[in-house]
T-cell receptor, first 114, second 114 residues
Framework: NAGVMQNPRHLVRRRGQEARLRCSPM?????VYWYRQLPEEGLKFMVY????????ESGMPKERFSAEFPKEGPSILRIQQVVRGDSAAYFC????????????FGPGTRLTVT | DQQVKQNSPSLSVQEGRISILNCDYT??????FLWYKKYPAEGPTFLIS?????DKNEDGRFTVFLNKSAKHLSLHIVPSQPGDSAVYFC?????????????FGTGTLLAVQP
């Protein structure tokens, strides 16, 4: 009964490189959410996806950030040309959708930009 | 503008006593409320939730109370145990809205002293 899987757990990138974060939802869950936690802050919503569709990207920065959840495979959060301010913990959550509001979180990816 | 506030950054409680964590929200459109627990370097773990049609929900040692008129919810843990030491986040949602995104408070660090 695997939970939400995220990889890598830790990622170090130099300024200007690309970061790719992966998330596999819980079995039976078709809704994926990405959140970011900056140091000393709470979690902030970034994007909500269902298979092959972006439902709500109101929390995504306008530039350099993109997300996808293809028909096959994990959801990917991509950050292009990373800057030091992108250093944070990125959490993925999943839910089965429908009337279920509760979301279940993965362990997170800690991105460090040097 | 913070829509969800946890005004106590930290709380210390003796083992066996009651822990009370508080959360205030600003928007009366929010109608589903959740509490998560988070250990360092891990993802948030869902604890308990309540919809706006109720004012209390209980699950073992955890009880959530909702006061809609005051836009206030609280989490009671009794009896508190050292393993409860963690950061607790409240989160709110607009159930049935276009998106099920969660809006989190900034968290309260609970320390249960043996």
């Amino acid at each position: 009964n695997a939970g939400v899987m995220q990889n890598p757990r830790h990622l170090v990138r130099r300024r200007g490189q690309e970061a790719r974060l992966r998330c596999s939802p819980m079995k039976g869950h078709s809704h994926v959410y990405w959140y970011r936690q900056l140091p000393e802050e709470g979690l902030k919503f970034m994007v909500y996806l269902q298979k092959e569709n972006i439902i709500d990207e109101s929390g995504m920065p306008k530039e350099r950030f993109s997300a996808e959840f293809p028909k096959e495979g994990p959801s990917i959060l991509r950050i292009q040309q990373v800057v030091r301010g992108d250093s944070a913990a990125y959490f993925c959550a999943s839910s089965p959708g429908g009337s279920i509001v509760e979301q279940y979180f993965g362990p997170g990816t800690r991105l460090t930009v040097t | 503008d913070q829509q969800v506030k946890q005004n106590s950054p930290s709380l210390s409680v003796q083992e066996g006593r009651i822990s009370i964590l508080n959360c205030d929200y600003t928007n009366s459109m929010f109608d589903y409320f959740l509490w998560y627990k988070k250990y360092p370097a891990e993802g948030p773990t869902f604890l308990i939730s309540i919809s706006s049609i109720k004012d209390k929900n209980e699950d073992g040692r955890f009880t959530v109370f909702l006061n809609k008129s005051a836009k206030h919810l609280s989490l009671h843990i009794v009896p508190s145990q050292p393993g409860d030491s963690a950061v607790y986040f409240c989160a709110v949602s607009n159930y049935g809205g276009a998106t099920n995104k969660l809006i989190f408070g900034t968290g309260t660090l609970l320390a249960v002293q043996p």
